[in-house]
């Protein structure tokens, strides 16, 4: 069976709990013999984006809606 993950990470300035439960969540996945796909993004990219890019991200969702 294939699974995929697909998991916002916090940024590293402020660590959270709900990182370290995904990472556990797939390596049970994983070791349980299932073919786990990961599409993971983290929110530290936002912070490294220039002003324009951030106003793109913030709109996207309303354009796709």
Same mark, same amino acid.
């Given at each position: 069976?294939?699974?995929? +993950?697909? %998991?916002?990470?916090?940024?590293k300035a402020i660590?959270s709990g709900e990182? $370290?439960?995904?990472? *556990? /969540?797939?390596? +049970?996945? %994983? ?11 983290? $929110?530290?990219?936002? *912070? /490294? ?17």
């Amino acid at each position: 069976m294939k699974v995929l +993950i697909v %998991h916002n990470r916090y940024r590293k300035a402020i660590p959270s709990g709900e990182n $370290s439960v995904v990472d *556990a /969540e797939i390596a +049970i996945l %994983h070791t349980s013999g299932l073919d786990v796909a990961t599409y993971l993004r983290s $929110s530290d990219e936002i *912070a /490294e984006m220039s002003g324009a890019q951030k106003v793109a991200v913030a709109l996207g969702p309303i354009r796709s809606g």
